[in-house]
């Protein structure tokens, strides 16, 4: 059995996972107790998923009791970040490896399964191995491709470069390789990941490799959508939006992570970008990408963030009108900078600021979702919906995902469904017959 946390760099090193324990003879359980091996994959960008994780390992104590065979295993970041911490707190644990050694797991297990505790941290952040037939699909239409590991960025408040390690780009020719594989086994929509895709290639001597990259998959038949993320605004140029916005398969989807809206902040946060050349990156994608859907993270109640520099941050807010963001308040991340900074804001502070900023985003999200009820939208259906099995759910292309009734041999097809009504993000609408039927 295998839990996901954490960002989508670790559901695509999920795919990845059950691949490899697929060919070694592995079988998905639906419940803990009738698995040999329950492995978690884990992220550490926030503490609320250690506690998690933690209690989560714990509880497992009499599933260990009852089967002498039972394997447990962390891998991700946080097997990474806490990796002799976990060994020696968690005896529960048998095996522990970070996001670069996906491809040790069968090993490790052989040895697991010998009775050793095992660590394994060869961090060569490498793609070795890693081919389109050696992935399972949660949905065999839509596949996530990381394209670059790693991070070089170093901003204040993140691990995630000491985790991953810095950046390597997959080489372009595998990537056409792999992904024309994965379109000649059907699937239609691809996601390319990585911490910061703006910098792909930058490690391989390329040049705007990122945009390269996506003409390249321009031409690969099969391929209909191309999604991508997470961008960062300082790597993002506006000549590779004018590219970009000639290119029929990539999708109006832009998550463009602000972080801040003080510059006093986000010099703290060692972003490399201003507010006004964050705002004119916006402007940019508005002007040449047209129905471009805006979405971004933010952080509140950072060290030393005056309430001048909140407002900052609530104006920009306004002024860009996301369609939707993820909002968290800043928890300290042990070994990075800002963790050691001065005037850390009080727990009280930083919740009542989240939740401000939660309430006017939200209103901001209704408004924009109004706007779309009554047009038509192509749609791909993704599956049955979660709260009412008869319903479907699919995404259009700016990414937002849509219920409407229909028949579940859709799923993994391109339909089309008139929007009808809307709340925060999801929007409900009804399917319409096939364009020229
Ligand atoms: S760009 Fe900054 S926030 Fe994103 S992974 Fe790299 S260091 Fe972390």
Redesign the pocket.
């Known amino acids: 059995m295998l839990t996901t946390f954490g960002c989508q760099m670790n559901q695509a090193d999920s795919q990845r996972l059950r691949g490899l324990l697929a060919k070694i003879g592995y079988a998905e359980t639906e419940t803990e107790e009738d698995a040999d091996l329950i492995l978690f994959n884990t992220c550490c960008v926030r503490q609320h998923a250690e506690q998690r994780l933690i209690g989560r390992i714990q509880s497992l104590i009499n599933h260990k009791k009852r089967n002498a065979n039972l394997i447990i295993g962390v891998s991700g970041c946080m097997a990474q970040n806490m990796q002799a911490e976990m060994l020696e707190a968690l005896p529960l644990v048998d095996l522990v490896f970070g996001p670069n050694d996906i491809e040790e797991l069968p090993l490790l297990l052989q040895k697991a399964a010998n009775g050793k505790t095992l660590g394994s941290f060869v961090s060569k952040g490498s793609f070795d191995g890693d081919t389109a037939d050696g992935i399972i699909l949660s949905r065999p239409f839509s596949a996530m491709v990381n394209i670059i590991r790693g ?1 070089t ?3 204040s ?2 691990i ?2 000491y985790v991953r390690g810095p950046e390597v780009s997959r080489p372009m020719p595998e990537l056409k390789a792999y992904i024309s594989d994965l379109a000649a086994s059907g699937v239609t929509e691809i996601t390319l990941l990585g ?2 895709v703006n910098a792909y290639g930058r490690d391989i001597g390329l040049e705007e490799g990122f945009t390269q990259l996506l003409e390249m998959i321009e031409e690969i038949d099969g391929i209909r959508w191309v999604r991508f993320m ?1 961008s ?1 605004p300082r790597d993002f140029s506006l000549a590779a939006i004018k590219r970009i916005a000639r290119l029929r398969k990539v999708c109006e989807q832009y998550h463009l ?1 602000v972080q801040s809206g003080s510059n006093h902040v986000l010099e703290l946060m060692k ?1 490399g970008y201003s507010r006004e050349k964050y705002l004119a990156l916006v402007d940019a994608v508005r002007e040449h990408i047209s129905n471009a859907c805006l979405s971004t993270d933010i952080i509140c109640g950072f060290p030393g963030e005056s309430a001048e520099d909140f407002n900052d941050t609530l104006e920009l807010v306004a002024k860009v009108r996301y369609e939707s963001a993820f909002m968290y308040y800043y928890s300290p991340r042990p070994g990075t900078e800002a963790a050691k900074m001065a005037d850390q804001l009080s727990e009280e502070e930083k919740k009542d600021r989240l939740a401000r900023l939660i309430e006017l985003q939200n209103s901001i999200s209704l408004e924009e979702s109004r706007k779309l009820v009554g047009r038509d939208y192509e749609v791909l259906v993704e599956s049955a919906a979660a709260r009412d099995k008869n319903d479907l759910v699919g995404k259009i292309r700016s990414g937002r995902s849509v219920n409407f009734s229909g028949d579940k041999s859709l799923i993994g097809r391109y339909v089309r469904v008139r929007i009808e009504q809307a709340r925060n993000w999801t929007l409900s609408g009804k399917l319409l017959p096939p364009e020229g039927a």
Do not use: K, L, S
């Open positions: 991070c960025n170093f901003c408040y993140c995630v470069p911490q910061n997470t960062h992570p972003r």
